[in-house]
Every structure is written in structure tokens, then in C-alpha cells.
């Protein structure tokens, strides 16, 4: 099956700083979601992407999906305390397993104060 | 976006017992997914909830072990059946709406002792 590929897997970052973080796959994606995890949560939607190298943004996020349609990338800006948790990467990939939403493995953000 | 609920929240289950998990989304929504997510691990969809007909099972989840309702377009259950400690886990009820977003409920931790 279509395999999602996110890294880092962890993060340690100062308050204040920027956060990158991205996903890439071998095979095409019709749609990529980003999702938060709080301890204890359900995962939360952050940003949806839909076509080839739309660049969406919410608030201090921005997202992108690629050109390729195979990777995409997550950008927090000024990273504060509650950005904590783990960051996971979604997509849909094109075929008839396109009901199936594929996941990453996540990319857990720790922020020091 | 959907609101998604589920009970229990949490719960602790001995051995060869089972529990029903309830899904209820405060729209009527097409789709409907269930997921389980392994301590430290990202999610894996178990099965899609079809209304009105046999739900659609991924590899590694059978009828027998993970059986599953969805009478309406609203509500949908999940029976972890015969629990072993390795059926504990996040379950968590997932839908989809306006196109591929798609949206989880907070999640039902299972404890198997």
C-alpha cells in the first residue's frame, strides 16, 4: 500500500522559533490533510489541500501541497507553548483505495519556554 | 465542520470480554471510518462504516473480531470482540465531509488487563 513518509520525527525547539516539518511519498496524492494530536485528543484538522502547489495558510500555520502531488509541508511561525503535541500528515491517494486516508507517523513538538 | 462524540470515553476491560464503542456525528454524513491508533503509534483505519450494509474491513481486521453497525446516517458502533492486552488502543471514529476533509471524535481509550 502507499506508504507517507514524515520527518522529523521530533522536534525540540525555543519558543519563538519557526517549525518545519514534511511528508513525502513514492506515489501521488489527490489530497493532503494535516492534523494535530493533543495527549488524550482525538486529532484535530488543521489545514486541507486539494490541488497541486496550493499554498494555504491558518492563522501561524502554512501549508503546501507539492507540484509533484507527492509531498507536502507544514510551516509554524513563532512557535508558542500550546503548539505542543504530535503533528501528523494525511493524504488520499487517487486510485480505488481513495476512501482510505493514509497516514504519517507523526512529528512530536516540544517547545521550550 | 461535523461534530463527532463517542462513549465510553475510556474504558478498562478484562480479557475475552467485549466492548461497543458509539459514534455519533451531530450531521448526517456519507462516510464514516473507524481507526485504531497503538500506543505511540499513528492511526490505521480498521474499517469503513457503510449504511445499511456490511462494513468494508482493511487487511488485518475481520467481521468477527471488530463487527460493526451503522443503522443511520448519524450513528455508527464498534464491537472489539474476545479483548486481548493487545486490542489496547485509541479507537477513534472518523467522517468525512465536504469532499476528502475529514474529521475525528475524540477518541475511546481501551485498557485490556
Known amino acids: 500500500g502507499q506508504q507517507l513518509n514524515q520527518s522529523p520525527q521530533s522536534m525540540f525547539i525555543q519558543e519563538g522559533e519557526d517549525v518545519s516539518m514534511n511528508c513525502t511519498s513514492s506515489?501521488?496524492?489527490?489530497?493532503w490533510l494535516w492534523y494535530k494530536q493533543d495527549p488524550g485528543e482525538g486529532p484535530v484538522l488543521l489545514i486541507a489541500?486539494?490541488?497541486?502547489?496550493e499554498l494555504t495558510s491558518n492563522g501561524r500555520l502554512t501549508a503546501q501541497f507539492g507540484i509533484t502531488r507527492k509531498d507536502s509541508f507544514l510551516n509554524i511561525s513563532a512557535s508558542i507553548p500550546s503548539d505542543v503535541g504530535i503533528y501528523f500528515c494525511?493524504?488520499?491517494?487517487?486510485?480505488?483505495?481513495?476512501?482510505?486516508?493514509?497516514f504519517g507517523a507523526g512529528t512530536i513538538l516540544r517547545v521550550k519556554s | 465542520s461535523a461534530v463527532i462524540s463517542q462513549k465510553p470515553s475510556r474504558d478498562i476491560c478484562q480479557r475475552g470480554t467485549s466492548l461497543t464503542i458509539q459514534c455519533q456525528v451531530d450531521?448526517?454524513?456519507?462516510?464514516m471510518f473507524w481507526y485504531r491508533q497503538q500506543p505511540g503509534q499513528s492511526l490505521t483505519l480498521i474499517a469503513t462504516?457503510?449504511?445499511?450494509?456490511?462494513?468494508?474491513?482493511e487487511s488485518g481486521f475481520v467481521i468477527d473480531k471488530f463487527p460493526i453497525s451503522r443503522p443511520n446516517l448519524t450513528f455508527s458502533t464498534l464491537t472489539v470482540s474476545n479483548m486481548s492486552p493487545e486490542d489496547s488502543s485509541i479507537y477513534l471514529c472518523?467522517?468525512?465531509?465536504?469532499?476528502?476533509?475529514?474529521?475525528f471524535g475524540p477518541g475511546t481509550r481501551l485498557l485490556v488487563l
Open positions: 472518523s467522517v468525512r465531509q465536504g469532499g476528502e476533509t475529514q474529521y
Open positions: 494525511a493524504g488520499h491517494p487517487p486510485t480505488s483505495e481513495g476512501n482510505k486516508l493514509v
Open positions: 450531521s448526517q454524513v456519507t462516510m
Open positions: 462504516a457503510n449504511q445499511g450494509s456490511e462494513a468494508t474491513y
Open positions: 506515489s501521488i496524492f489527490n489530497t
Open positions: 489541500l486539494y490541488k497541486a502547489g
